[in-house]
Structures are given as structure tokens and as C-alpha cells.
């Protein structure tokens, strides 16, 4: 159950489009279209904006989309807004009813 | 309306058993489909998955903290409970309860979440 692989950081000006990776296993990602993404703010709790691989919750920013292709998914976020600087957390299934995190990454609007 | 509130000790000390508690509405333990899973993360780190417990009353657990953790419903009172035994000071982070939907596999609601200090 090692966490998903997502860089550190990843920057871009407003108005610019971003793309996160998540990077797992044939375990996880490469099994399963069941990923999902999180925002998470400073201080404040995760917010679900992606799941099943690229499907947008009700409410969510049609900013957002999500991709899967074999053992890796991306958020991408088009036309990056000041609202969207915070980190953001894949999530996989990863078999025998167990659940694994990326490691996040900090998402800075320059 | 969806909520989750976690609740439990700031604070506790090495080889203590940590208690938490989270109490929701909106929803009932009772539905079939409906599951609670609790989610931590250390101060500045990533969010790791702990557990999940289903409406049928089924537990599935972190790989890893297996040994450590023990899942629990409380029906009647809306709570599901997460307790966590020889607590180390690694253990330091906010706990957070999120309802979990299977229907695409995701934490759809979140409570606030809350700190837990290990330290002597």
C-alpha cells in the first residue's frame, strides 16, 4: 500500500493550464478506474473535485478535468485562477478493500 | 443536509489508546451503501487512509496500522468510532472522518477534523 507519486509542486500564472500527475501501479491505478482528486485549502478539510477518473462532482468548476492512461492520472486545471492556489491529493483503490493517497502537491498561482 | 463532526482528545500521551469519535447527519448507518472511513494527516504531509466501516457493519483496515486500529458503529447514536492503540509521537496529525461512496469510489463529505498531539 505504498502512496501514489505526485510531484512536489507544480506553478503556473492565472490564466495559464496546469496538469498534476498521480503515478501508481498495476496494483492500483493500472487496475482500476476509480481515482479521485482533492482540493485542499489551508487549514480546511479535503473537497472532492474529480471522480472515477475525470467525472466533476455537482458544484465543481468545469476548470477542472481529470485523465487516466495506464498507471498514471492527471488533473488538469485550464485557465488557473487565484482561488485555485492550494494542494491537491490523488486517491486510488488499491484492491482488498484498501484505499491509497498521493503524496499531494502544492499548487502555486505565480 | 450532510455533516460530520470529529471529537475526541487533543492531546494524549506515548502508548496511550487514542478514542475518536465521529458524529454525523444527514444520512443513516442504517442505508444500505453508506460507509465511514477515517483519514489523517500529519502536520504538513499527505492525507493516509485508516479505515472504513459499512452499513452491513463490515471493517476494512490500513494494511499497515491494521494491528493498531479498531473500527466501531454506534447506529443508534450516528457515530462511528476509530480507536488506535500505542499511540507514538508519529502518530501527531489531524483526523478527519469523510463519508465514502461507493458508487465511484470517493470521499464525497468531510468533517473538519481534528488535532491530536502525541507527547509526553
Known amino acids: 500500500q505504498s502512496a501514489l507519486t505526485q510531484p512536489a509542486s507544480v506553478s503556473g500564472s492565472p490564466g495559464q493550464p496546469i496538469t498534476i500527475s498521480c503515478t501508481g501501479t498495476?496494483?492500483?491505478?493500472?487496475?482500476?478506474?476509480?481515482v479521485s482528486w482533492y482540493q485542499q485549502h489551508p487549514g480546511k478539510a479535503p473537497r472532492l473535485v474529480i471522480y472515477?477518473?475525470?467525472k466533476r462532482p455537482s458544484g465543481v468548476s468545469n476548470h477542472f478535468s481529470g485523465s487516466k492512461s495506464g498507471n498514471t492520472a492527471s488533473l488538469t486545471i485550464s485557465g488557473l485562477q487565484a482561488e485555485d492556489e492550494a494542494d491537491y491529493y490523488c486517491?486510488?483503490?488499491?484492491?482488498?478493500?484498501?484505499?491509497?493517497f498521493g503524496g499531494g502537491t502544492k499548487v502555486t498561482v505565480l | 443536509q450532510v455533516t460530520l463532526r470529529e471529537s475526541g482528545p487533543a492531546l494524549v500521551k506515548p502508548t496511550q489508546t487514542l478514542t475518536l469519535a465521529c458524529t454525523f447527519s444527514?444520512?443513516?448507518?442504517?442505508?444500505?451503501?453508506?460507509?465511514i472511513s477515517w483519514i489523517r494527516q500529519p502536520p504538513g504531509e499527505a492525507l493516509e487512509w485508516l479505515a472504513l466501516?459499512?452499513?452491513?457493519?463490515?471493517?476494512y483496515y490500513n494494511t499497515s496500522l491494521k494491528t493498531r486500529l479498531t473500527i466501531s458503529k454506534d447506529t443508534s447514536k450516528n457515530q462511528v468510532v476509530l480507536t488506535m492503540t500505542n499511540m507514538d509521537p508519529v502518530d501527531t496529525a489531524t483526523y478527519y472522518c469523510?463519508?465514502?461512496?461507493?458508487?465511484?469510489?470517493?470521499?464525497?463529505?468531510w468533517g473538519q477534523g481534528t488535532l491530536v498531539t502525541v507527547s509526553s
Open positions: 469523510a463519508r465514502f461512496n461507493d458508487n465511484g469510489d470517493y470521499f464525497d463529505y
Open positions: 486517491c486510488s483503490y488499491a484492491g482488498s478493500s484498501t484505499w491509497v
Open positions: 444527514g444520512f443513516s448507518l442504517r442505508t444500505s451503501g453508506i460507509f
Open positions: 498495476i496494483s492500483d491505478l493500472g487496475t482500476y478506474n476509480l
Open positions: 466501516i459499512d452499513w452491513g457493519d463490515h471493517k
Open positions: 472515477e477518473d475525470s
